[in-house]
């Protein structure tokens, strides 16, 4: 059996590629703190139909930790570099984003610079700005942003285990925010840290005026990271977009309520 050759690109992100080779190209992004195995109960629900394409960010999963440069990667436009050349290398074009917390920003900044690469964009729990500021409610006050990077500084692996269940935001299901902590925990500490500190103080908010793409903003109840007054805004800022706010809880329905948010993703591209 010959072995498929990856191209340099295809390393650095590790980008794997499954489904129907003449489907719609479908492409999912993680969110902060971790890899393309928080997809592995929504991606191959599309194998039939789409080209299924997922990779890690350079810093994250199995991604090529040689390659984490902090210059590039030191505001989110470094990421969308990364993903428009994955969708060049790959040749994909109309290609559905699916892009979860963070990694929606990367989907908006990236689509607004090569809008013919893209078909739709799925931003699930987007933020596009985390602190409140005069007139728009991110959820967080500066000094509350602040002390989460420094106790995230002072003790990764303890921040980690305090936050992930919270962000998961199931209680009442502790082995679901234990496989959040767990992914967090398998990332290296010095870029989770400078990933952060980018996640969280950016503002991206002009840049949603700039999308063309049909879009879907998917927003979760409870979810302490992107509360609902954010994913409105998102709505609101994006022209033609549909909001849906889902019945599921927290900050990763990845995790939480796969079918729901494959069935929301199947609804709109149908």
């Not at 994909?92 to 013919?116: T, Y």
């Amino acid at each position: 059996m010959p072995t498929h050759q990856l191209t340099p690109v295809q390393q650095r992100n590790n980008v794997t590629v499954t489904g129907n080779p003449e489907g719609r190209p479908i492409v999912f992004a993680h969110g902060f703190g971790c890899s393309q195995e928080m997809w592995r109960a929504v991606a191959p629900f599309f194998e039939n139909d789409y080209r299924v394409v997922a990779f890690d960010q350079v810093g994250a999963g199995g991604s090529d930790l040689s390659a984490y440069d902090p210059g590039k990667y030191d505001s989110l436009h470094g990421y969308a570099d990364d993903v428009l050349e994955i969708l060049e290398d790959l040749d994909l074009n109309d290609a559905v984003f699916v892009g979860h917390s963070v990694s929606a920003m990367i989907g908006v900044l990236a689509a607004a610079r090569k809008p013919e690469r893209f078909g739709a964009l799925i931003l699930v729990g987007p933020s596009p700005r985390y602190i409140n500021t005069d007139g728009y409610v991110g959820g967080y006050e500066q000094e509350d942003i602040d002390s989460l990077l420094d106790a995230l500084d002072a003790n990764y692996l303890g921040w980690s285990a305090t936050m992930a269940p919270l962000i998961m935001g199931h209680s009442e299901t502790p082995a679901l925010g234990e496989t959040l902590t767990d992914s967090f925990c398998s990332v290296d500490p010095t870029i989770a840290r400078h990933f952060a500190r980018v996640t969280f103080l950016s503002d991206n908010r002009r840049d949603l005026r700039e999308v063309t793409t049909p879009t879907l903003v998917l927003q979760c109840q409870a979810d302490i990271i992107a509360p609902l007054a954010v994913g409105q805004f998102v709505h609101e800022q994006i022209p033609g977009s549909t909001l849906v706010v889902m019945n599921a809880r927290g900050h990763c329905p990845n995790l939480s309520a796969p079918d729901e948010l494959r069935d929301e993703i199947n609804a709109f591209l149908a």
